[in-house]
């Protein structure tokens, strides 16, 4: 089995309706992170969180809530959906003693 | 802040061609150095990774070298196969800014027969 999950892997989506992107972990990892990934501009941190209390905005948060509901499990929300949020979502997990990041496969998300 | 600048790409390369992407950084601390990979349809994955200056990681016949002098941290790989093609990302961690990873913006190799 995968050690990060992420669920859906595609998702269509009309403008407006409230989407919820989901990641699972059993690495047992406290670190998590939401990235996007669009052509040409890599990945952008969405928010981070390192423990079970601990929520942080990353550099496009906008427009993106999160819910860090258990050390295992973190899902990314977008309230109000929109065309230009159309992308590929990734979740990571990191240790709290190293340094690299282990991601899940990805959430392909279309809004229309 | 922390910033990456990496080989813009597409790069297309022959089999058994010698590869090389570049990458500079820049950080305000003392950060460790990753090369990930992204298969197609695949999340990253680690591919090698250098913790201080003159460092050498190195996995699957890719090798990258942690030269502080010139802030660099070039991939190559002496002869590359069709399934190395994927998409290859730059990062560095550093402990100044919290752990936090930044990224390349990534660069897209394909291997032709």
């Known amino acids: 089995d995968a050690d990060v999950t992420q669920t859906p892997r595609n998702r269509i989506t009309k403008t407006g309706k409230r989407i919820m992107l989901e990641c699972s972990q059993t690495?047992?990892?406290?670190?998590m992170y939401w990235y996007r990934q669009d052509p040409g501009l890599g990945l952008r941190l969405i928010y981070y969180?390192?423990?079970?209390?601990?929520?942080n905005k990353g550099e496009i948060s906008d427009g993106y809530s999160v819910s860090r509901q258990a050390q295992a499990k973190f899902s990314l929300s977008l309230e109000s959906a929109i065309p230009n949020q159309t992308a590929l979502y990734f979740c990571?997990?990191?240790?709290?003693?190293?340094?690299?990041?282990?991601f899940g496969p990805g959430t392909r998300l279309t809004v229309l | 802040g922390d910033s990456v600048t990496q080989m813009e790409g597409p790069v297309t390369l022959s089999e058994e061609a010698f590869l090389t992407i570049n990458c500079t950084y820049t950080?305000?601390?003392?950060?460790?150095l990753f090369w990930y990979v992204q298969y197609p349809g695949e999340g990253l994955q680690l591919l090698l990774k250098?913790?201080?200056?003159?460092d050498k990681g190195s996995n699957k016949g890719f090798e990258a070298t942690y030269r502080k002098e010139t802030t660099s941290f070039h991939l190559e790989k002496g002869s590359v196969q069709v399934s190395d093609s994927a998409v290859y990302f730059c990062?560095?961690?550093?402990?100044?800014?919290?752990?936090?990873?930044?990224f390349g913006d990534g660069t897209t190799l394909t291997v032709k027969p």
């Open positions: 990571a997990t990191q240790g709290r003693s190293t340094d690299t990041q282990y």
């Open positions: 690495k047992g990892h406290d670190r």
């Open positions: 969180s390192f423990d079970v209390k601990d929520i």
């Open positions: 950080a305000t601390g003392y950060p460790s």
């Open positions: 250098a913790t201080k200056a003159d």
């Open positions: 990062a560095l961690s550093d402990l100044t800014n919290a752990g936090k990873s930044t």
